[in-house]
Structures are given as C-alpha cells and as structure tokens.
C-alpha cells in the first residue's frame, strides 16, 4: 500500500524485521511501565492498543488472505490460527480444549515471538507482556461481528511451558441500521 509517498511493509516480511518489531515492542511495554503506577494499567492499554490495531487490521488481513466468511466458531479459530498468526508472526498455534458447547478455545502458542529478549522483573509479576494480541483479536472480530472474550490463561514468561491465549465466543453483533434502511 502506498500513502503520501510511504509504503507499508510487513513487518514480518523477514526475520530481521520480525527481530525488529520485537524489540520495538519491548521498548513500547517498557515506556508503559514508566507511564503507569501499575500492571492492571498497563494490562489495559495494550489490549487498547492491540483492539485498535485489531479494527484497522481487519482490512488489510480480508485484503490479503482472501478468505470468506467463517461459518462457525471452529472455522474462525482455523483461519485465526492458520492463516492470520502465520500472516502476521510467523507461527502457526495450535487450537485446543474446546468447550462441549464450541464455544471456547485455546490458542496454544510454542514460540511467542513477542516474548524473544524478554525476562520479567520481579517487580512485574501481574504484567501480561503480550496483552497487545487479546486487544487485537477482540478488536478484529468485532469488525466481522463477533463479540469475543480473549485472555492469556498460561505465558512462557510466567514459567508456563508454552503460551495459552483463551477465546470465548459471547455474541454476534447484529447491523443496527436507521429505520427504514436495509
């Protein structure tokens, strides 16, 4: 895409940009650690953030990836993991503990990318490093009119094994147009 002369690239087009944005990303968290008296805030604004990177992405990832409407849940989790984490980060999560009404997932992350160079301070410990991608996915979601409640429930950074990101499916979101407009 080009806007006044800049283009937009990928920024994980490569493994030195990945590199990059991932270190970019670990200066921003650490500016909001300086901004705000607490982890719980710093929680909030990178799901802020993340959501609307989300609403804005959203277009750029139909764009791209050519894909339909999803069907159902299950479908949205495949093309969640399968195609926009590979787009965007390079993995591929694996989808599992599905709930017995298909209504909840988990994202199993082996390899956070966001979390490469990190360690969290002791005084951190209520931190969730990588809130930006709960953000992003409610934010992109909403976009296609889905209510969604996203979460981390284990983080390698944390002592977990691997990085576990929960997604609830709450409601979809109906076009509330004027009267009289269809």
């Not at 992350?109 to 969730?128: A, G, M, R």
């Not at 976009?143 to 969604?148: H, K, L, N």
């Not at 002592?159 to 076009?175: A, H, L, Y």
Request: glycine share 8%; hydrophobic share 40%; proline share 3%.
């Amino acid at each position: 895409r080009s806007s006044g002369g800049f283009r937009w690239v990928n920024p994980f087009s490569c493994a030195q940009n990945s590199e990059l944005f991932t270190l970019t990303y670990g200066a921003l968290v650490t500016q909001l650690c300086k901004d705000y008296e607490n982890d719980d805030d710093v929680n909030k604004q990178l799901d802020k953030m993340g959501y609307n990177i989300g609403v804005r992405l959203i277009e750029d990832f139909l764009a791209r990836s050519n894909v339909g409407r999803c069907h159902d849940f299950r479908e949205t989790a495949d093309v969640i993991a399968k195609i926009a984490f590979k787009m965007y980060l390079g993995i591929t999560p694996s989808i599992t503990n599905w709930s017995p009404g298909g209504d909840e997932f988990s994202l199993i992350l082996e390899n956070n990318p966001l979390v490469d160079f990190v360690e969290l301070p002791d005084n951190h410990s209520t931190l969730i490093y990588s809130n930006l991608l709960c953000g992003v996915l409610r934010g992109a979601l909403e976009m296609v009119q889905m209510a969604v409640d996203v979460k981390f429930v284990q983080d390698t950074l944390k002592g977990d094994s691997v990085t576990e990101i929960r997604m609830k499916f709450i409601r979809r979101i109906e076009d509330n147009l004027p009267a009289g407009e269809e």
